[in-house]
DNA sequence: AATGAATGAGAATTCATTCAT
DNA sequence: TATGAATGAATTCTCATTCAT
């Protein structure tokens, strides 16, 4: 019964909530629009509280930017697990895609988040990699129903979202749904009966910052 | 007097040439390492020259940021006029792309500047459009031969070109041809066989700016 | 009902007399600790309230200062009082002293408050003089025991104390008692047997804001 | 020939060796006045410039406050070392003495520098044990000459000069020479004469920031 | 009375751009 | 023309103080 039994203690943190909701809302949509380097500032005016409000609820612009990250990542992982029960594989695995890259759709930040490993913390790195796996048991499911490529992984997935994104992104501002187009063509690309060898091996991890050495020898 | 070729205005104006070229270079490796991001000071250091030479040669950082796409551009402009010539127009067409890829691979800067509409001037979309009616003439052909999908642009292909890039990016620090697993699957999926018919219709142009309708409605 | 003694109203009154004795020690410690920079929101995290609460009790960062400041002095001013009853006034003047320097040793904020005009509060200003009133009282007797000069004067004692204490303090960390050395050595400065006179009069007061002309002239 | 010789090259410079002068001059005076506190742009307002010219000739406020002390140190040491070839070692420890009050005298920093092992830079700390190293030359003179109690040491003498000036320091904004009378005082307690053994051992450094235990018993 | 969320003035610092030398 | 010093707007973040609950 969360709306129903405000005592006083909670009543107190009510407009905290609120104003929070407010603050991640504005900031998702300033990231999204304006891309990491949108000011403080800006989001604060969006979200119609003073700068300090933002700093009591994001203690740095860091913070914020992994907060609105983790949300966007928990929803992707979300859906990985309900598609999970789906019956059809090949179709969950195109669901799964098609609801990742509408959410990156409305977000210029994410692009920018995953490309820069200064950006890179370790929250949102463990979140990827947890969706990795997640997008890998979707695929392994895929793959054993002869839906996709045998040599198809989990985190081509999830790069795939990124890029299918970033493919349509010029033309979103006039077609929001223009990487439906895309998400096709990369879809067709992925099916069993492209059986051609990819001519470059499966990704092993998307972890940026490691110093050690490439997982696999480069093929050529 | 260096070569004994030359008044002391045209030495001035050979220093200036070689500076402007020295600041080229170093720009597209700053822009490419760091992103649009990069201070003004870290590339007149890389060029070895002064700040003020850098204005002197550029007026505004956006000029100079436009010069290097510019570069850019014209390659692919010129890789594209060259491929026009090749017997296997879907080879050709492949070719294209991966000279593309290749390009934006080390380029940090490109996925940033193509993102943001604000960045966007008009040189530089007027080039992109240049680069899009070329793709489309190596399309056309390759259509012709039956070797893409019939619904295939040349917009699409500039479209997949960034979108590619950004797919294999958060592995290119340790693998730098990952690219080539995504061209692969992307260039799969544009093959003629896939035969259904894309869920949404070919962009029309590029421009993001222009507040103008969109060219076709969408495709439900 | 804690103790069955009274009504609802003295019960939180209660609340808040012990609310502002937590609030005066965890002030003191904060302050002597870290200095006059402190941050409210630190004492009153040291306190266990609120920060509503500090202000409650003390409406600026300002007044909470000059009550620890009263504090400390008012400490003194009970120990001047309490030695005048000494028989051996130059013993009596040194136990001042150290007694003074004593509280100070722990006390960073005092430095930084005495040599502060801006933060001289006239209540400060006022204890501070009284203080150096009891101090000449304590002196005067010295002066007539033989204890010390003749022309040293309360005044002299009292900044005597800050200076003592200044001179140990970068010893402070590590040995904690290191001021009694620069007693001992400013107290064989001011006993009676160093009879030439000193460079420059006795001082007459100590308030720093006033604007007014010096008291006496300056000694050549 | 500092002003004689004005290069192309170095003439560029001109203004800003005055600006950086300029700088020091006003932060000096600013760092005296209001303590490390003061802001930037106080300095720079002061110094009539910008506040970015703040930041080209001092990277960060820490720099700038560096600067300033080593300044001061500096002056102090170059003191020392004149005052070596002085024939009475007594004299010219008292004009030690004298000189680095006369410093401070003017500077509300110092003693905040000091007091603050978080203000304690490397090279403060170094040119502050060089400083004592040579205090404890001049010392070890009047020592021989008899001038000193013998239990006196170069770090003695240099906590005494921030100790005088403390002393002294509410006084100074009217009567800018009182510190004499307490180096007066100070320096009668030095001499030999007072042959009583002082109640707490000699210092050994000042080193702040080394977690090492204190470097002699605790005397009784 | 207590709480702690919100406010907003201000601090250090960065960097594109201008301009004197 | 090249230089690099100066400028000042913009940005992140802090903290005393106010105020709704």
């Given at each position: 019964?969360?709306?129903?039994?405000?005592?006083?203690?909670?009543?107190?943190?009510?407009?905290?909530?609120?104003?929070?909701?407010?603050?991640?809302?504005?900031?998702?949509?300033?990231?999204?629009?304006c891309?990491?380097?949108?000011?403080?500032?800006?989001?604060?005016?969006?979200?119609?509280?003073?700068?300090?409000?933002?700093?009591?609820?994001?203690?740095?612009?860091?913070?914020?930017?992994?907060?609105?990250?983790?949300?966007?990542?928990?929803?992707?992982?979300?859906?990985?697990?309900?598609?999970?029960?789906?019956?059809?594989?090949?179709?969950?695995?195109?669901?799964?895609?098609?609801?990742?890259?509408?959410?990156?759709?409305?977000?210029?930040?994410?692009?920018?988040?995953?490309?820069?490993p200064?950006?890179?913390?370790?929250?949102v790195?463990?979140?990827?990699?947890?969706?990795?796996?997640?997008?890998?048991?979707?695929?392994?499911?895929?793959?054993?129903?002869?839906?996709?490529?045998?040599?198809?992984?989990?985190?081509?997935?999830?790069?795939?979202?990124g890029?299918?994104h970033?493919?349509?992104?010029?033309?979103?501002?006039?077609?929001?749904?223009?990487?439906?187009?895309?998400?096709?063509?990369?879809?067709?690309?992925?099916?069993?009966?492209?059986?051609?060898?990819?001519?470059?091996?499966?990704?092993?991890?998307?972890r940026?910052?490691?110093?050690?050495?490439?997982?696999?020898?480069?093929?050529?």
């Open positions: 019964m969360e709306a129903g039994d405000g005592t006083v203690a909670e009543r107190v943190r009510a407009d905290s909530v609120r104003n929070r909701r407010l603050l991640l809302r504005a900031a998702t949509e300033a990231f999204a629009e891309g990491v380097d949108v000011p403080m500032s800006e989001i604060a005016q969006r979200a119609g509280v003073a700068k300090g409000t933002v700093f009591r609820h994001f203690p740095t612009k860091d913070d914020l930017l992994v907060a609105i990250m983790m949300q966007l990542l928990d929803r992707l992982l979300g859906t990985a697990d309900r598609l999970m029960r789906a019956a059809d594989a090949g179709h969950a695995l195109r669901d799964f895609m098609a609801h990742g890259i509408g959410l990156l759709a409305a977000d210029r930040a994410f692009c920018e988040v995953i490309g820069r200064s950006l890179q913390h370790a929250e790195r463990d979140a990827i990699d947890r969706l990795c796996e997640r997008a890998e048991d979707l695929t392994a499911r895929a793959r054993e129903q002869g839906a996709v490529r045998a040599d198809i992984t989990g985190t081509d997935v999830v790069l795939l979202l890029g299918i970033q493919t349509a992104q010029p033309l979103l501002d006039r077609e929001p749904r223009a990487w439906q187009r895309f998400l096709e063509i990369a879809f067709d690309g992925l099916r069993a009966r492209n059986s051609a060898v990819l001519p470059y091996p499966p990704p092993a991890r998307l940026v910052a490691d110093p050690a050495g490439s997982p696999h020898a480069v093929h050529t």
